[in-house]
């Protein structure tokens, strides 16, 4: 059964003036070590950090909650397989409160896609629980 939706569209252009007026800070604020490598060994970093930026967004409105109540920009990390497909992993608070949605006996999973086309990307992240 499907518990969370969330959708978020950013501005690629909003997202490279914030990186060059805040720099490190900014990066360091919302991306994990795992996003700041993927973004940095990419040609266009703005790109694939407004990409985690509209998947963070998505996760936080699926998780019910937007970026309040507990939940914080790092503890929701989007990682690719070796097959180049994207995955939100989360912990802390957004872990907690993924824990509190997910149905007794029943496993929650994580989907994500992401999309660019400049100036925009987009993310859609659903959140499905199985039966364990």
Not at 21 to 43: K, L, N, P, W, Y
């Amino acid at each position: 059964m499907i518990i969370g939706i969330g959708s978020d569209l950013a501005n690629i252009d909003r997202i490279s003036a914030t990186l060059e007026r805040f720099g490190d800070r900014f990066v360091q604020r919302v991306f994990s070590e795992i996003e700041q490598e993927t973004a940095e060994r990419r040609a266009k970093s703005a790109e694939t950090y407004a990409k985690r930026w509209a998947a963070k967004e998505a996760c936080s409105k699926a998780l019910g909650t937007g970026l309040r109540m507990g939940v914080a920009w790092r503890e929701m990390t989007v990682r690719n397989l070796h097959t180049g497909q994207p995955t939100m992993h989360v912990t802390g608070g957004a872990a907690e409160r993924l824990a509190k949605m997910t149905p007794k006996g029943h496993s929650a999973h994580i989907y994500v896609t992401l999309t660019d086309d400049h100036p925009w990307a987009q993310a859609f992240v659903v959140i499905e629980a199985l039966p364990d």
